[in-house]
């Protein structure tokens, strides 16, 4: 039974990792700077302009298109064969303007939002592919050299797009771009030899070279997407390691302050508990008031140490690990402890667990406290009777959002500012560090905590996390 559940949870996590890997994210800053800076900017426009003037010269200067391939000779005409001549001259003239332009952009992209420069910069990969495949169509077809800067587009595409579901959209195309341009090279051919018949054109033979130059491409293609998909998963891997030890270490430091300074609190309040207690029993009788005022000593000091202890358990620092959470497990775990299956509630619980949510590098202690102080609180305010409503969806921020809300009596206007005070409560047996708590284990991970409100309309909880954050200690 064990071996099959980590078989499945194996399985979850690579599927899970394949989502993230195909699902728009937004990259990483310092990549993405590299990408646009040194690699798309610095070498690619330089290679492309020193491409662009040896093009200049050989389409316009030369006669590098007027003569056909020796084995066209005797059956190209003028029409069709000199059609794809002009077309791709005029193609020249506009890729040429698409490349002025995307440099311009390049130079300035700090005036430029991110995702519009990166939607450019597809569209740009796209012409790339097509006018190199008109290129391949007036220079042989099948027999052209230029057939080998295809792989070198494909390996530019896994440098610029980290994207998998870009990368495959953009390999897709520039595979079609090749296959394009040799079907139209041998359709020219065709056409030039004045055949009218339909059945001729329908039985074009590309051979098995044009089988094979694709099939390379596609394996190129799909190897470099593998390489990009192990690469990525790695590198996130890294990254949630990375980030679970530096929340680890962080923990473990607080934890650590919280505990030296309760213990050097309580170590006094000891000494003064125990001198008051000696003081009392030597008191002689008839002396009540000192009795009486000595009594109260010990009880505030009994109180206070309450206190102290109540606050090693507020912050809950020091144990626990972090760990690899699933949100919508751990919402399920915390409904089975606050309904129990065996004990009937009249609370309607209404799920909405949003698509392609990640999951939280958080300890488990935090999370779940923090829900079942919410969930507690609305059972209570409701008296066992109403509806809850529970949300989590992934925002574009790149944080996790997880509404809790009920239709209870809702929050007093003059009182919904104060409600995260700790040891503040509106209950007679309320402790007050409920809502303290929950806002305290939030913001912890860099996340806040929002709440809507109106009286008789119930209230709504709001925890938000970051899925990539530092952690910081309260003041």
Known sequence: MNGNAASASKAAGRQSALARFFRPSSPDPLSEEWRLNSFERDILLTAKGVILLILCYYLFLTNWMEDPPIVHQKVFGETAWRLAQRVVQYSFILYTAVTVATAFLLFGMQQVPAAVLRWILMLTATVDAAFLGGLVLVTGGIQSALYWLFPLLIARIAISFPGGASQLLLNALTCAAYAASVIGEKLIVLADMEIEDPAALAGVQLGAAFYLRLLLLITVAVWLLGLRFLLTRQRQEEEEQAEMMLRSEQLHATG??????????????????????????????????????????REEVERSDRLITELMGFSQLAEGRVERLDIKEEIERIIRQVFPPAVRFEVQIHRDYGPGVPPLLLQRNHLGEALLNLLQNARDVMHGRGNIWIRTRQTAEQTVEITVTDDG??????????????????????SGLGLAIVQHNVEMYGGQVRVESELGRGTSFTLQFPTKSMMRLRK
């Open 256 to 297: 650590r302050l919280a505990a030296e300074i309760a213990h050097k609190l309580k170590n006094p309040l000891a000494i003064i508990n125990n001198a008051s207690y000696t003081l009392q029993r030597t008191v002689k009788e008839g002396k009540g008031t000192i009795t009486q005022q000595i009594q109260i000593i």
């Open 409 to 430: 009596p809702g929050i007093a206007p003059e009182v919904l500012p104060r409600i995260f005070e700790p040891y503040f409560t509106t209950r007679d047996k309320g």
